[in-house]
């Protein structure tokens, strides 16, 4: 029997809530206090395990009960006694048996890929086609009601070696988003400066707003209108000199092929827990590329060890130029759910060569912030 011939014989979660250092405000809503993610371990005939995380956030992509339930309840009978080897086959149906829940999707492609590498001895980013890149360019999010605070960890990452972040407008007023980003320009000018209204803009004053902050010349303004205001989007990319990204538009190939198709943005964010996993987030890259588009690695309220499975799938993705987000369990988790922190130097995230996703979970973070929790005897 071929070592991928195992069968999986375990499917563990654990609903997690991990405190959080600050109050984070983004469009269409806040975080504070903690945030909620699903964790799932999968274990093979052979006692190897693989982990998956998903990060839901209830205002963006679904609730962390409901990601639970869809794999406690849906996916589980569709992975437990499967070849390991059947990873596709295995995403394949899951696909088909339950719509939407994109991020528990990502979390159990995330564990079959873990499981696999584990298996062969080698890296995640081995399985999804190589390695093109071994460091990625991080970016921090600038969120914090509070701009002083913001202030002081803008220090924190300059002396990091940070040099790229995003600022989070459209939650507060117009002026707020105005004021900082000229002292972030003014203060902060080594740094490479994007934006990110997260659907914050009423349609009525997106043009106006979004052409004010674009005479800052940021990267890229990101998302600032609701999702579904597609032909909005078109015409504000097609008034401003700046490149416009779309985020919560665009979650998968499906809503990717109908973007271009209306030229709503320049460029896309792509985030593993709206594709549902590594291979369709893969897929978003390669059309994005395709369509002329550039490509951003985004992420949700990840611990590292989403950000593990994000930086594998941008290590072997060429077509994701603009470097990625996992800055939160460096910077806004106040603990991690690793057994060691997050891989992360000189403001670039270290893509790990060892096996799997290349390092392992503590149990004992599992124990502590579970608030519930399903097939720990297998
Ligand atoms: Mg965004």
Partial sequence: MSELDQRVTGFALWHLSVPVSARRDHGIGSVEHAVDLVVLRLTSEGGVKGYGEASPWVVFTGSAEATFAALDRYMRPLVLGRRVGDHASIMADVQVAVAHCTEAKAALDTALFDLRARIAGVPVWALLGGRFRDRIPLSCSIANPDFDKDLQLMSRLSEDGVRIIKLKTGFKDHAFDIMRLERLRQDFADFEIRVDYNQGLHQDVALACVRDVAQFQPTFIEQPVKAHLRDLMARIRDSIDVPLLADESVFGPEDMLQAMGQGLADGVSIKIMKSGGLTRAQTVARMAHAGGWSAYGGDMFESGLAHLAGA???????????????????????????????????????????????????????ERFSVNRAGLAA
């Fill in 312 to 366: 594998h799938m941008i290590a072997a993705t060429p077509e994701i130029t603009l470097g990625c987000e996992f800055y939160q369990a460096s910077y806004f988790l106040t603990d991690d759910i690793l057994a060691n922190p997050f891989p992360v130097e000189d403001g670039k995230v270290v893509v790990p060569d060892s096996p799997g996703l290349g390092v392992d979970v503590n149990p004992l973070a599992l």
